[in-house]
C-alpha cells in the first residue's frame, strides 16, 4: 500500500514563492499519473495541476504560468513550484497517485499540507 508524504507548505505574502513536495512511499500498480489538488473550508478539492505518466503536463487556467509540476526521474517525488502567488491559493493542497482502471484514478492521497498566502 503506498503512502503520499507532502511538505513544503508554510505562509507567504502574496508575490511570494513555495515549492510543495510529495514523497511516495511503497508501491504503485498500474501508475498512470500525480496530480496537485488544492481544498478550502467549504469547496470541493479542485485539480491544481497534474502529470501523465508519459510527463504530459495539464494545469488550470488559475495558475497558468504560475506554477510547475514536476518529477524526479524515479517518480518518487512530485513537486509543485508556485511563483506569484495570490491571496486566492490560500488552500489546503494534496498530491494524489492515479491508478489505471480504464481510466486513470487518483486512488492514492497524501494527508495535505496547507498554503497560506497574505496580503
Known amino acids: 500500500q503506498a503512502q503520499l508524504v507532502e511538505s513544503g507548505g508554510g505562509s507567504v505574502q502574496a508575490g511570494g514563492s513555495l515549492k510543495l513536495s510529495c514523497a511516495v512511499y511503497g508501491f504503485i500498480p498500474s501508475p498512470c499519473g500525480m496530480a496537485w489538488y488544492r481544498q478550502t473550508p467549504g469547496k470541493e478539492r479542485d485539480l491544481v495541476s497534474k502529470?501523465?505518466?508519459?510527463?504530459?503536463?495539464t494545469y488550470a487556467d488559475s495558475v497558468k504560468g504560475r506554477f510547475t509540476i514536476s518529477q524526479d526521474n524515479a517518480k518518487t517525488m512530485l513537486f509543485l513550484q508556485m511563483n506569484s502567488l495570490k491571496t486566492e491559493d490560500t488552500a489546503v493542497y494534496y498530491c494524489?497517485?492515479?491508478?489505471?482502471?480504464?481510466?486513470?484514478?487518483?486512488?492514492?492521497w497524501g494527508e495535505g499540507t496547507q498554503v497560506t498566502v497574505s496580503s
Open positions: 502529470i501523465s505518466d508519459y510527463g504530459t503536463t
Open positions: 494524489a497517485a492515479g491508478v489505471y482502471s480504464t481510466t486513470c484514478q487518483y486512488t492514492y
